[in-house]
């Protein structure tokens, strides 16, 4: 009997140390490609940062490019312009700019450019035509003088008006210098 109790000892012992077995090869397999086992824990304290870090230099590269884009955008398009008010600032071509000369300054203009005596006296000056009244549609001969609150276009490149007072306004849209 003691020889019974001994191999029925023996056959659980070795019954457990395939079981232990058994469950040191099952956990030993999860988690893995095959087997994939991935914790809330792990989503939360570890990928989660790790993709924001990644996502938060991407956006930080791409910013820096778009930054370098419009600098560039900015200054082709200075360049393009090319002209400056007074003030040293250069308006939107879609926009009226109040322009102020004094007796003998010049506005010199670009093709398309509009301009509105506003107050005092101004006359013509360039290539004939110097400047197409849009209010009556008349044309404006070099030295004629321009008519307050009408609309003048300029049609020819390099011509403009001349201030004949000593205060001038203008409203100017499109590109133009001033000088004397």
């Known amino acids: 009997m003691k020889k019974k109790l001994v191999t029925a000892l023996a056959v659980m012992a ?22 994939p086992l991935v914790t809330l824990g792990y989503l939360n304290d570890v990928f989660a940062p790790q993709v924001m870090q990644e996502l938060r230099g991407d956006v930080t590269r791409a910013e820096q490019a778009l930054s370098q884009q419009i600098a560039s955008a900015e200054a082709a398009l200075q360049a393009l312009i090319g002209t400056d008010t007074p003030g040293g600032a250069v308006p939107p071509a879609e926009l009226f700019t109040l322009v102020t000369l004094s007796r003998g300054q010049r506005i010199t203009a670009s093709v398309g450019t509009e301009m509105m005596l506003r107050i005092g006296t101004a006359t013509g000056f360039g290539s004939t035509p110097a400047l197409v009244n849009y209010t009556t549609g008349a044309t404006l001969a070099p030295g004629g003088s321009l008519v307050t609150n009408n609309m003048y276009l300029i049609t020819i490149e390099g011509n403009g008006i001349e201030a004949t007072a000593d205060l001038v306004r203008v409203l100017v849209r499109g590109n133009f210098t001033v000088g004397r």
């Open 14 to 35: 070795a019954v457990m140390l395939l079981l232990g077995a058994g469950a040191l090869i099952a956990n030993a397999t999860t988690g893995t490609p095959a087997d």
